[in-house]
């Protein structure tokens, strides 16, 4: 594979990953199957949610404590990445040159140095010193309080990324905390400010100990914690939701640019059209080759490196997403010299429990903690929308089972997976490497999981066709408010509406749009007898679907689309207006060009093409 692309645009791939972490969360249960009545739940232990990326609001602090305005996109706070663009925007005017002349002269004039110039300030909020410290007073925004004393802003918030409604009326809003923490930081500083916050919780509630919700990145937070503060025996149960225990492969990948071997056919053909919609993806990929391909070798040379160096090296919490397999030798790369002594230190602390992780886990369980997990899987790393595309960039995207963002060895414990889109072999058998009960059967339905290899087989459920985008699941997130607010399942075989092995359905849309205006509408006395007994027939489809815990993706969209398109004829919405002709004829046109380019020269840029016709 050409040097070239197998550094498929470091610096947003690098984004990518740290921007598409933040799927995970709940959504509100609506189904009344298997749930348990009211009195089951009764005087369950708080509840502290530990978020993925994304899900925490961070500020700029001045030194009394005191939130002040800062120089990025967002001026005062922000949940991912602030960029600082000011400078970049105000010299535009000498920068346009250099991309002008480097196109007329099919060389770098000046782009990889502008590259350097401007890609280290821009990232000035997220980065760290050599003792793995925020350069920046950036710290998340506190909420030592419950959910019960929110802001109206701030409860909208949260239930906006986690709609949990129905759990918090089960179990009281007083109960329920969020810990929020920086996604770039310090891993054992948020550890320690995790354990402060349980204290605390602790005290305003007058409970002794209190449950974990780890969801995708919190996973790592939670892992520390332990580290530190297992003896203490503050946690009562602990609930893993994508969970990224293990770490992500998609990380490791990128910082030892081990690309995919398809990259290149992705980058010239196939990414852009996916992550646009219309001409406009087809027509990147054209003006792509506006640039040779040595030039854009020193531009994607500069942005990994000023990516690396400074905003990835230094900080400990992007460490502690590397699989413990890929660390070493990683870390010995990155890490080995003397001036990153300290951060070593710290990031081989988390190695040496994340790559005892198995041994820890029952470290907790002697000390009589529950620990549940629910994981999905089926997918390819980058399969997906939006951001996770950028995943298949990378070489674990090509045969490692994924929910698209974390592999299914991370978020359900070690549990073994054949490669998306193939099966176990006829003559597999489970391992039973954790389960020694051969009336057992941890096989999947598809024959794509052998949860017997699993650390805790009794305790793990498994949605197959799950993005990591969980929150849309209402079977899943049901399941996990159960475990939380009762303890009426303790395994996977105590209530037969909860297998182990279920499917994927997305019921956000219907739930919180589609329902509440279908409803509102049949009380509303406006529609004729016919449109109302359409309506309220898809409606009842629609709630007995909810109720059922049997997920199924193509039952869920059949039915969302039949909700929508009777909201549309009720004119609720208004369905886009198609392409027209000249753009459909536009876009063909664009598509079959790319392909032909492509298929015919392979990646290169346009004034690379007459040499490739005279080599042929």
């Not at 609001?57 to 001045?62: E, H, P, W």
């Not at 419950?146 to 009326?169: T, V």
């Not at 300290?342 to 790559?355: F, L, M, N, P």
């Amino acid at each position: 594979m050409n040097r070239a692309f197998k550094k498929i645009t470091a610096a947003f791939l690098a984004l990518a990953f740290v921007l598409s972490a933040s799927a995970a969360g709940f959504a509100a249960p609506v189904a009344s199957a298997g749930i348990p009545p009211a009195s089951a739940w009764g005087d369950g232990n708080p509840v502290v949610v530990v978020p993925g990326i994304g899900m925490s609001d961070v500020s700029l602090y001045d030194d009394q404590g005191n939130r002040i305005p800062n120089e990025g996109t967002f001026k005062d706070k922000w949940k991912v990445l602030n960029l600082c663009t000011d400078d970049l925007m105000n010299d535009i005017w000498k920068l346009v040159p250099r991309l002008l002349m480097s196109i007329i002269l099919q060389r770098d004039c000046g782009l990889s140095k502008t590259v350097r110039e401007y890609m280290p300030g821009m990232f000035k909020y997220a980065k760290h010193d050599l003792n793995g410290k925020p350069v920046e007073n950036v710290k998340a925004i506190e909420k030592n309080y419950p959910l019960s004393q929110f802001s109206e802003e701030d409860r909208a918030d949260f239930f906006g990324m986690m709609p949990m409604e129905k759990f918090s009326n089960l179990v009281g809003e007083d109960k329920i905390y969020l810990f929020n923490f920086p996604p770039f930081s310090n891993t054992y500083d948020q550890a320690k400010r995790l354990d402060e916050f349980i204290q605390m919780v602790k005290s305003q509630t007058g409970y002794k100990q209190v449950s974990l919700v780890p969801l995708s990145l919190g996973g790592v937070v939670t892992n520390a914690y332990f580290d530190l503060y297992l003896d203490k025996g503050d946690v009562a149960k602990v609930v893993n939701v994508v969970s990224a225990q293990g770490g992500s492969y998609v990380f490791a990948d990128l910082v030892s640019k081990n690309y995919a071997s398809n990259s290149a056919e992705l980058f010239y053909k196939d990414m852009m059209p996916q992550l646009m919609n219309g001409y406009q993806g087809y027509l990147i990929n054209l003006a792509l080759r506006l640039l040779p391909k040595r030039v854009f070798n020193n531009v994607l040379d500069a942005a990994f490196d000023v990516v690396r160096s400074d905003f990835f090296v230094n900080t400990p919490s992007m460490w502690s997403i590397v699989p413990a397999d890929r660390y070493p030798a990683l870390a010995d790369t990155y890490l080995g010299d003397s001036a990153h002594a300290v951060i070593r230190e710290q990031t081989d602390r988390y190695y040496a429990y994340q790559s005892t992780l198995r041994e820890r886990t029952n470290d907790l369980l002697e000390k009589g903690i529950k620990i549940y997990n629910i994981a999905g899987y089926g997918f390819n790393f980058g399969h997906g929308w939006g951001d996770y595309q950028y995943f298949q960039f990378f070489a674990c995207a090509e045969n490692i089972n994924s929910d698209g963002i974390i592999q299914l060895t991370s978020t359900a414990m070690g549990t073994y997976a054949c490669a998306p889109g193939t099966t176990l072999p006829a003559d597999y058998t489970q391992q039973n490497l954790y389960c020694h009960n051969p009336a057992h059967n941890h096989i999947s339905p598809d024959r794509v999981v052998d949860a017997s290899t699993c650390w805790l087989p009794e305790q793990t459920w498994y949605f197959t066709g799950q993005h990591h985008e969980i929150a849309g699941n209402d079977v899943a997130v049901t399941l996990a408010c159960i475990l939380l607010g009762t303890d009426t399942i303790t395994d996977i075989y105590s209530n037969p509406d909860f297998p182990q092995f279920n499917g994927s359905r997305n019921s956000k849309r219907i739930v919180r749009d589609y329902l509440p205006k279908a409803e509102a509408l049949l009380s509303g006395g406006t529609l004729s007898a016919a449109d109302a007994a359409q309506l309220q027939a898809a409606v009842d489809d629609a709630n007995a679907m909810l109720a059922s815990m049997v997920a199924d993706d193509a039952q869920c969209d059949a039915v969302e689309a039949r909700l929508y398109d009777l909201l549309v004829k009720a004119g609720v919405y208004q369905k886009p207006a198609p392409p027209s002709t000249f753009e459909t004829l536009f876009t063909q046109a664009l598509k079959a060009t790319g392909e032909k380019l492509y298929d015919r020269f392979g990646p290169c840029g346009f004034s690379e093409i007459p040499g490739k016709i005279i080599h042929f």
